[in-house]
């Protein structure tokens, strides 16, 4: 038999018809559609902005022009701290560039552990875990933590990594109006006693900028029989004698079993992390997926990463100049007439709230070609139908440079019809 043969053979007598391509990306078509509707207005892309320089925590250079930066969660700023920056250097120069491996294998260099021993000793807690990401930590805590048959209570207005974490594990999911002690409290109450729960929350919520009442909500959570994971992404170096967070702040230290953090917004790098004193917390380097199975940071990036965390916790004076900045910062929009997240200054976020898509983008180009950049936020990340402009100062703002911002929100305000 020829091979041409042989093939005709095996092949059936009339071949099955053969199904049209589905497009997977037809169910993006209306985000394509609005999108293209709002670049056709002639504004510039509020989510794709290059930084070609960047001259300070508070300074880039944008399309050629010198801008001052309120959209970064350089709060303390320590990206450009003499310290930081050498450390970074000196670890690339002994340990290379990465390290090609997860934490569990061949990617623990020292500077991880030391980083581990910098954060224990920022929180004062026995033990604590690096992860490659802030979204990471979420993502492997509460996936963890939680398993089948057990519950996850978190709060509606929670990050997508604390939903993502939920999405990865294989719990119970029961969510609780923002903010609302007593939502907690009787959707508590309507669980079973029996199964383990876990309730996740965040000590500042990064849309508004508004804080956590977090001695009511831990109360309601220890009184219901659950471990307490509080997210200090926004909190960290800020709130607290010790920068700790707004958990520190508000003094519920002893009863919250886990915080998590990110090294991308006080710290001034990336990465993420768990601390906890719960005597079993290391069997998570054995379980934990999003920490196994992920390459470990670099080293340059930990060793960043510890020397401004342990700077942070002698940080006070730079605490009380970016509480300044918040209030002053606060206080001019307020009185020029912008509606925000807060009635009062809650954090170092500054949430300016517009009307809708058209006029966010509007204002947000006009401050870009005055010299200032915020970040634009949209749903999904803030709830349906609110557009806003997010502001957050760093404690390396000057008080000059937060009057000069102010300048530039009641010019582009005024123009663009946002304020009278
Ligand atoms: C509350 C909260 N948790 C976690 C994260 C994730 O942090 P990272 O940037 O380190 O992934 C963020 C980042 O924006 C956040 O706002």
Redesign the pocket.
Known sequence: MTEAAATADALPATPAAVAPERDLFSKFDALIAEREALMATGVRDPFAIVMEKVLSPTLAIIKGKETILLGT?NYMGMTFDPDVVQAGKDALDNFGSGTTGSRVLNGTYSPHKDCEEALKEFYDTDHAMVFS??????LGMISTLAGKGEYIILDAD?????YDGCALGNAEIVRFRHNSVEDLDKRLGRLPKEPGKLVVL?G???MFGDIAPLPEMVAVAKKHGCMVLV?E??GMGFFGPNGRGVYEEQGVEADVDFV??????SVGT???FCVSNHPKFDVMRLVCRPYVFTASLPPSVVATAAISIRKLMHAGNKRAHLWENSKRLHGGLKEMGYTLGTETPQSAIIAVILEDQTQAVALWQSLLEGGLYVNMARPPATPAGTYLLRCSLCAEHSAEQVETILGLFKAAGQAVGAIG
């Open positions: 969660y990401t802030g979204y990471q930590a979420n929670s990050h997508a990594s604390i965040e500042v919520y990064s997210d992404a926004h998590v953090g990110t090294f991308s917004k990336v990465g993420g």
